[in-house]
């Protein structure tokens, strides 16, 4: 349990929770938090892969602009701070055996 709660990944996780509920709230209703401060889904955002299937899955009801969003886009939003929190672990064990070494 306290591997866990030392990892990014575990945190980068509860972020990407709280910034989905956030938006289905009302309090990012342009999308700004979970899409455009999101680099990789920022890139994703505007190619055909993100209107074939980002925008194709079952649309949620939520206080935004455009009264929806696709399911896919919260899923989407969860793994890439998932990927985030990995690389940033990844980093702090390389820094750790490096320091180990020395």
């Not at 899955?57 to 990995?86: D, E, P, Q």
């Amino acid at each position: 349990m306290k591997k866990i709660l030392k990892s990014f990944t575990f945190y980068f996780m509860l972020m990407s929770l709280f910034m989905i509920y956030m938006q289905y709230v009302g309090y990012d209703s342009k999308n700004i938090m979970l899409i455009h401060l999101n680099p990789i889904l920022s890139k994703l955002q505007y190619t055909d892969f993100a209107e074939s299937v980002l925008n194709s899955g079952k649309l949620v009801n939520c206080r935004t602009i455009s009264g929806s969003i696709s399911i896919y886009w919260y899923i989407a939003h969860f793994i890439t701070f998932i990927i985030y929190g990995m690389i940033f672990d990844f980093i702090k064990t390389i820094i750790k055996r490096l320091a180990r070494q020395q």
